[in-house]
């Protein structure tokens, strides 16, 4: 099969899927859209949720707030993971499976009783940086671990890190020149992903927010669903779009450099 | 030298590790205000004039648990805010009893504690060590029966358990058997997991007074709700403005207020207490002995307890507990009163201990339900 | 070869492991421990230490809803790992630069993590009583939703594009010259499949899979959005230990349904351990 009849192929299979699996999980979304454009005594005009959305100026700070902590959280996350898993690749082979395990540990324990051992950490957090909403930080790059360790690990296996950084070192490079201009190029996907995961995960956190008395996004879109039901639907819709603009606007910053740029 | 960096390390590693294990430095909560019970007889006029300059000092009042459609809430707050310029926190608004003790004991002696608590009467009455006694000036308004003779908690609204319904959805509902029929498949809720909440404790009861029991024997209550099962009309979904609205639960089982909250939204929804199965329950306000700021905490009580507090939860559809006393002095709003859904038939307000003894029951027996 | 004694060559490259370690230490493990510790305490009224919590996972009623979770994780990781590692597949052919990548994998990111009260209502106003395709297709009995299969619907819902987010890093690490290669060599589309692009995916693939199994163990607010009453999994049995309203509090057994929970992450995590050595031979 020649190389032309198989791109074509796969780009009809590409859109027939994407079509058929987006199509399907568009129907949720809708139905939510169709929900909050409903007219009802509460809601005379069909806009008036999403008109509302930009009126509440708890909401505004909210957002603020949420996308504070998704900046730092990236920050936090690819500063703590990535060198540690570059490192336990080249170096402490044995370390690779308990880090693997470190790193999905948050997502088994719930978040309502991770809040009871949080409690001390919190206090001294509080005690020696801030009493803000900015001390979820910690917390939350501790949440993102799990997803942003599997998105890492995929994209490092796909690359030999142990023969390009020892190439590179034998060529004179100092670690911080392996790291980042010699192993970050070659994992850009995966970086991309990761943040990705993070930005989406502080976004939607809500639990230990609301019980450390924090208003991020989460905590008030679930303060407006306790009064008026059509404005929390289009403010979860909002939020979601709102999320998808950021990540499309987060991929631009991955730049345009192609896949594979170890041959040079 | 080398080796030593490694020891550092792992030394550095144990410090960190068991701090992060203690608590951090706080702050402890100044106790001025903190031993004022409030029976002191001081003349009503000069003592409201020192509470409230003492609160406006303190500027703020931390209160949980408190959605602004549960009694009114929402603007029972604005309304003290505004009259007192007192800041109000309202956290963790849609949580329960449980939830607000342990927050308490977990913030204790922080700025963030919670002042006041508003309890369900197992909660309340598990944690009276926790609270600071005061008596409100409206104190001899209040029935024995539902005050601490110390002071330490006292209830405050109450309300009857019903059945809220939409009017465009279904028919009239006008018995508890009504439900079972065909025109309700698959939309009926109760307010909570009878094993965890107070509404859905009580819907048991009301459902097994309905059927021959008593709030001793819940048994016939457990049996009702497995015969709802059965004939597709209950649904185990979360009950929220968005379900009701939807049609999703367009019958909803659950404290007469809440269901009367749903009706300002929902124009058709009707709130009705089935004759001769009238089950009542209170709520219980209290002071937290830790409170960060105790003058605030005592003047939020004060309010709640005057004729515009109680008024203010007569407006949510909640029964205030001065009501009686109210009406015999005519401050009673009494357009809002006589709006109140009838009820028909002896109301039953279970003790501490029956209800007690119908959560052990449930906590065995109320899978049987749910299958 | 270096001159320098073994001793600090094993320890010195540990050094680059502490500041994660730390950082975990402080943020991770400790909260675990203190949640573990308090799974051995007693009553509130009596004090003291006891096994009691332990006892009461081993009844009946925990056991069964230990395997209704088992069976849902296990299900939606499955079905979340096959649908999303194809549409990550068919993304991966696409231009990497391209405008239809980006916007897929923004949704795809941002679905992942869509959950609680939202997502269920979302669900609610699509196949409820009044929901648009219920409408539609003129549906009669909508109750499946509030069930363990209606829970394993909607959790696909955000496992599969979990998998799409975690998997494409491992497809974009196949190399166009490999299949090239392979087609020189005369190989078919399933030969190709079968010893190159199967094996070299397997272990991210196994490795996203135990993610989506995880992810699904631990779902809390949206299963009790929409099975509010019962409790049939482990997260919310924990919720009804914590949250109560009527003195059935037990913040002990919530604990040590928490350590059951991390106890059953590890087994699972050693099965996949030993499956990612298993099929790590075919590269062989």
Redesign the interface.
């Known amino acids: 099969m020649s190389a032309t009849t198989r791109a074509r192929q796969q780009r009809l299979t590409r859109w027939a899927v994407l079509l058929v699996v987006g199509g399907l999980f568009a129907l949720p979304l809708v139905s939510m859209f169709a ?1 909050s454009v409903r007219i ?3 809601n005379r005009s069909a806009f008036n949720s999403w008109k509302a959305i930009v009126a509440n100026d708890q909401l505004r700070h909210a957002i603020v707030t949420s996308l504070e902590l998704a900046g730092l959280t990236v920050l936090g996350m690819l500063l703590l993971l990535v060198p540690t898993m570059i490192w336990i690749r080249i170096r402490l082979p044995w370390a690779v499976r308990l880090v693997e395990f470190l790193c999905l540990l948050p997502l088994t324990i719930p978040a309502i009783v991770l809040v009871v051992g949080l ?3 919190m ?2 957090v ?3 940086v801030t009493t803000g909403p900015l001390a979820l930080t910690f917390v939350y790059i501790v949440l993102v671990l799990p997803y942003c360790y599997r998105a890492l690990d995929a994209g490092l296996a796909a690359i030999d890190v142990k023969t390009l950084s020892e190439a590179a070192r034998s060529l004179g490079a100092s670690w911080t020149t392996v790291v980042l201009r010699v192993i970050v190029p070659n994992i850009t996907s995966a970086l991309l992903s990761a943040s990705f995961l993070a930005v989406a995960v502080v976004l939607g956190e809500f639990t230990i927010a ?2 450390f ?1 924090y208003d991020n996004l989460q905590v008030v879109i ?2 407006i ?6 404005v ?2 289009a403010t979860s819709l909002a939020a979601l779009i709102f999320g998808v603009l950021l990540l499309v606007t987060i991929s631009f910053v991955g730049g345009r450099r192609p896949r594979q740029e170890v041959e040079s | 030298m ?2 030593s ?2 020891g550092l ?1 792992v030394a ?2 144990a410090v ?2 068991t ?8 702050q402890t909560n100044d106790a001025a205000g903190s031993d004022n019970t409030g029976a002191s007889g001081e003349s009503s006029a000069d003592y409201m004039d020192t509470l409230v300059a003492d609160a406006q000092k303190e500027g703020e009042l931390n209160v949980i648990a408190l ?3 549960w009694a009114n809430y ?1 603007n029972i707050i604005s309304a003290f805010s505004d009259k007192y310029d007192i800041k109000v ?1 309202s ?9 607000e003790i ?2 308490a004991k ?1 913030l204790a002696g ?1 700025k ?1 504690a919670p002042d006041v608590f508003d309890l ?1 009467q ?2 309340a009455l ?1 944690n009276t060590d926790m609270f600071a006694p005061y008596q409100v000036q409206t104190w001899d308004d209040i029935p024995e029966d539902n005050k601490d003779a110390d002071g330490k908690w006292v209830n405050d609204y109450g309300g009857f358990m019903s059945v809220g319904y939409d009017s465009d959805v279904v028919p009239e509902v006008t018995s508890l058997d009504d439900l079972t029929k065909a025109e309700y ?3 009926v809720a ?1 307010n ?2 009878p ?4 509404s859905g ?1 009580n819907g048991v009861l009301m459902a097994a007074l309905a059927n021959g029991g008593s709030v001793d024997d819940v048994a016939p209550g457990v049996a009702y709700y497995k015969k709802l099962n059965g004939a ?1 009309s ?15 639960t ?1 019958v909803v089982i659950d404290w007469d207020y809440l269901n009367a909250a749903e009706t300002k ?3 058709s929804w009707k709130v009705m207490v089935p004759d001769n199965a009238v089950v009542g329950g209170y709520y219980f306000q209290a002071i937290n002995a830790d409170a960060p700021h105790p003058n605030a905490a005592r003047l939020w009580q004060e309010f709640l307890y005057s004729d515009e507090g109680q008024n203010l939860w007569l407006a949510g559809g909640a029964r205030p507990i001065r009501a009686d006393a109210m009406v015999e002095a005519g401050t009673i709003d009494q357009k809002l009163y006589d709006a109140l859904p009838p009820v028909d038939g002896e109301p039953v307000f279970p003790t501490a201990d029956q ?2 003894a119908a ?2 029951y449930l ?1 065995d027996h ?2 049987e339900a ?1 299958g | 070869m270096s001159h320098r004694s073994t ?2 060559r094993r ?2 490259p ?2 680059g492991l ?1 500041p994660f ?2 950082y975990a ?3 991770l ?2 909260p675990t ?2 949640v573990f510790v308090s799974a051995f305490r007693g009553d509130p009224a009596t004090g003291g230490f006891t096994l009691d919590a332990f006892r009461r996972l081993g009844a009946a ?1 925990i056991l069964s809803i230990t395997r209704d979770t088992l069976v849902l994780s296990f299900a939606t990781a499955l079905v979340g790992a096959v649908v999303g590692g194809g549409v990550a597949y068919v993304v991966s052919t696409a231009s990497p630069t391209g405008v239809l990548r980006r916007f897929v994998t923004s949704i795809c990111g941002v679905l992942a993590q869509f959950g609680g ?1 939202a997502l ?2 979302a669900f ?2 699509t196949v ?3 929901g648009v395709v219920t409408q539609l297709l003129g549906l009669s ?3 499946w939703l ?1 069930s363990l299969k209606g829970l394993m619907l909607v959790y696909t819902y955000f496992q599969v594009p979990l998998m799409v987010i975690v998997f494409l890093p491992a497809l974009d690490g196949i190399r166009p010259q490999w299949r090239e290669a392979a087609d020189t060599l005369g190989a078919s589309t399933w030969a190709y499949w079968r010893h190159v692009g199967f094996p070299l995916l397997a272990p991210a693939f196994l490795g996203s899979a135990l993610l989506l199994f995880a992810n699904a163990f631990a779902t809390y607010a949206t299963a ?8 049939p999994l482990l997260s919310l049995k924990i919720g ?1 230990s ?8 037990r ?1 002990n057994l919530a604990a040590s349904l928490a350590v059951e929970m991390v106890l059953i992450v590890a087994l699972v995590m050693t099965g996949y351990v030993l499956l990612q050595r298993r099929t790590s031979r075919w590269l062989r």
């Open positions: 929900y009802t005594p509460q409690d001390n950490v206090s001294w509080n005690y020696l609301s019980l008395f679930a303060l669903g306790l009064e008026n039901s059509n929390s639907v | 080398k080796r960096i490694p390390g550095a590693l960190a590790v701090l992060a294990g203690c608590a951090a430095p706080t959605p602004p459609t929402g926190n956290k963790l608004p849609d949580t329960d009893s449980q939830t342990d927050t977990r922080q963030s369900s197992a909660v598990a498949k698959g939309k109760l909570g997991d094993t965890t909440s107070g404790l597709g209950l649904i185990p979904v979360d009950v929220t403005p968005a379900t009701i609205e939807s049609g999703q367009a939204q929902l124009p209800a007690a959560a052990t906590a109320w899978a749910t | 001793v600090p320890i010195g540990s050094l502490v370690l730390l230490g402080i943020f493990v400790v421990v203190v009623p009260v269920a209502f609610i106003a409820g009583n009044t009995d909508t109750r509030f009790r959005a929409l099975v509010n009453q019962g409790s009804d914590l949250g109560n309203e009527i003195g059935l509090a913040g």
